[in-house]
């Protein structure tokens, strides 16, 4: 089976930098999702990262490391707008279907 | 429409009574997933088609749950003799190959309420 774990909630100040981490264990691994959940709406898709390293996109990052089972999802000069849960979604080996974590509710207060 | 297309957007119903829920998924997109999501918890996959075809089926909960995707394109997800922990937030997501190729588009779901 697979486990993927995140915190639960976390908070933080509008204009600082937060990073939400998210830990898996699968079998074998195709690839990591982070997605962007506000209250009430679907889901929208934020990064997709398969190798090692950082990919960065205007304030949002997301680093994988394979070898630790590791990502993160970091976000920079924080709006009150990115207050929402943040999901975490891997795909392991052979699999086409995406399995999510429970997501991270971030609250950015100003 | 330009998005995934989810009805209805909130179905009250008594206990025993079967539902209809509606997903309506971007045109071109082959890739159609179910997931279902309860209040604090993740997103738990139920179904996914490729094309017309359910090469997995391995999340619907229980033999009252099936799911149906014709020419391609729109998708039923049917519950039948619902029961009350069938409440959540049914979510519908689009993908134009399998998932491993590119996003998922997610509808803004169906909320399931069952009294």
């Known amino acids: 089976g697979q486990n993927i774990d995140q915190p639960t909630e976390m908070t933080a100040t509008e204009g600082a930098i937060v990073q939400i981490n998210c830990t898996y264990q699968t079998s074998g691994f195709n690839g990591l999702f982070w997605y962007q959940q506000h209250a009430g709406e679907a889901p929208t898709f934020l990064s997709y990262n398969v190798l090692d390293g950082l990919e960065e996109k205007g304030r949002f990052s997301s680093f994988l490391s394979r070898s630790k089972g590791y990502s993160y999802l970091l976000l920079k000069e924080l709006q009150m707008k990115d207050s929402a849960s943040y999901l975490c979604a891997v795909l392991s080996g052979g699999s086409y279907i995406p399995t999510f974590g429970r997501g991270t509710s971030l609250i950015v207060h100003p | 429409g330009a998005g995934v297309s989810q009805s209805p957007s909130n179905k009250v119903t008594e206990k025993g009574k079967d539902v209809e829920l509606r997903c309506d998924p971007i045109?071109?997109?082959?890739?159609l997933y179910w997931y279902r999501q309860s209040l604090g918890q993740g997103l738990e996959f139920l179904i996914y088609?490729?094309?017309?075809?359910?090469?997995?089926k391995s999340g619907l909960p229980s033999d009252r749950f099936s799911a149906e995707r014709t020419g391609g394109s729109v998708s039923t997800l049917t519950i039948q003799r619902t029961q009350q922990e069938d409440s959540a937030v049914y979510l519908c997501?689009?993908?134009?190959?399998?998932?491993?190729?590119?996003?998922?588009?997610f509808g803004e779901g169906s909320r399931l309420t069952v009294l």
């Open positions: 088609f490729q094309g017309n075809s359910a090469p997995d």
């Open positions: 997501a689009s993908s134009q190959g399998a998932s491993n190729t590119g996003e998922l588009f």
């Open positions: 045109s071109g997109h082959t890739a």
